[in-house]
Every structure is written in C-alpha cells, then in structure tokens.
C-alpha cells in the first residue's frame, strides 16, 4: 500500500510564490507516474500539473509558465513549485501518485489561500 502526504500550502498574497511537497511512502517501488490536481470551493477538481516516471511534464494551460512540477526518485518526493499566484489559484491541492494496475493513491490535500 502507498501513503501520501502533501506539505506546503499556506496564506500567500498576489504575485507570490509557495512550494508544494508530495511524499510517498510504502510499497511504492521505483517507478511511478505523479501529478498535481486542485479544487477550488464549488468547482471541480482539476489537474494542473502531471510528470511521468521518465520526467515528461504537463501543465494546465492556466499555470503554464508559473507552475513547474519536478521529483526526487531518490527521496519518494514530487514537488510544485508555483510562482506568480493569483487568487484563481485558491484551493486544496491534491497529490495523485500511481503506477496502475499496481496502484493509485492520492493524498489528503494541502491548503493554498492567496489573497490579499
């Protein structure tokens, strides 16, 4: 079974930047797909970021150029880096890891309030 615990999320004003954390633990082996989703209050949730067990990144077309997600295979770890935030990015992100059929584990979300 593969834990995962989000860390990072806090209160930021506009134009600021956090760094989200996404730990896995367990039997989680060496390779494994991860990827960053969010949900704001009343919407749905979405993906922002995704990164291959081979590093191949994607972005939602709204954190394009801000946002960069990277790993750490060594430490288990994946990160989000955001920079330039805005309001609109106000939500709970989520931490998706997996490598189905093996797996598929999500995290409890870490919170990201940007305002002023």
């Known amino acids: 079974q593969v834990q995962v615990v989000e860390s990072g999320g806090g209160l930021v004003q506009p134009g600021g930047s956090l760094r989200l954390s996404c730990a896995a633990s367990?039997?989680?082996?060496?390779?494994?797909?991860a990827a960053w989703y969010r949900q704001a209050p009343g919407k749905q949730r979405e993906l922002v970021a995704s990164i291959t067990s081979g590093g191949g990144t994607n972005y939602a077309d709204s954190v394009k150029g801000r946002f960069t997600i990277s790993r750490d295979n060594a430490k288990k770890q994946v990160y989000l880096q955001m920079n330039m935030l805005n309001v609109k990015d106000t939500g709970v992100y989520y931490c998706?890891?997996?490598?189905?059929?093996?797996?598929?584990?999500w995290g409890q979300g870490t919170q990201v309030t940007v305002s002023s």
């Open positions: 998706n890891v997996w490598n189905i059929p093996v797996f598929d584990s």
């Open positions: 367990g039997s989680i082996f060496n390779i494994f797909h």
